[in-house]
C-alpha cells in the first residue's frame, strides 16, 4: 500500500507562483511514476504532469508546459509541482497521484487517469484575475 499526502497550495493572483508538495510512503515498488492531476468544479479531473520515478522522464499537459516544473527527491520520496505564471484556469483540486505504467515511452505522451493507482487526499489551489 503506498500512502500520498499533500502540501502546499492555497490562493494568488494571476502571474503569481505557488508550489505543491507531495510526500510517499509505503511500499513503492509497485510504483514507477508519480505526478499531479487536477479538477475544477464542473470538470473532469486531468492530468497536469508526470515523473519517472525511475529515471529524467516527465509529461506535461499543453496547457502548463513552460509553466509548470514536476521534480522529485528520491532520497526523501517527494515529489514536487512548482507553478509559476499562474492563471486562473489553474485553479482546482491537485491531486498526487501514482501508479505503474508498463510503457515508459508512452510515459512522456501521456497521462491516463486509469494507470492511477494511488491518490493523496487533493489540495485547493485558487488563481484569482
Known amino acids: 500500500q503506498v500512502h500520498l499526502l499533500e502540501s502546499g497550495g492555497g490562493s494568488v493572483q494571476a502571474g503569481g507562483s505557488l508550489g505543491l508538495s507531495c510526500g510517499v510512503s509505503?511500499?513503492?515498488?509497485?510504483?514507477?511514476?508519480m505526478g499531479w492531476f487536477r479538477q475544477a468544479p464542473g470538470k473532469e479531473r486531468e492530468g497536469v504532469a508526470r515523473?519517472?520515478?525511475?529515471?529524467?522522464?516527465?509529461y506535461y499537459a499543453d496547457s502548463v508546459k513552460g509553466r509548470f516544473t514536476i521534480s522529485q527527491d528520491s532520497g526523501k520520496k517527494m515529489v514536487y509541482l512548482q507553478m509559476n505564471s499562474l492563471k486562473p484556469e489553474d485553479s482546482g483540486i491537485y491531486y498526487c497521484?501514482?501508479?505503474?505504467?508498463?510503457?515508459?515511452?508512452?510515459?512522456?505522451?501521456?497521462?491516463?487517469?486509469?494507470?492511477?493507482?494511488?491518490w493523496g487526499q487533493g489540495t485547493q489551489v485558487n488563481v484569482s484575475s
Open positions: 515523473s519517472y520515478i525511475r529515471g529524467r522522464i516527465t
Open positions: 497521484a501514482a501508479g505503474f505504467t508498463g510503457s515508459t515511452e508512452t510515459l512522456s505522451t501521456s497521462m491516463p487517469i486509469s494507470e492511477v493507482q494511488y
Open positions: 509505503g511500499d513503492t515498488e509497485w510504483i514507477n511514476y
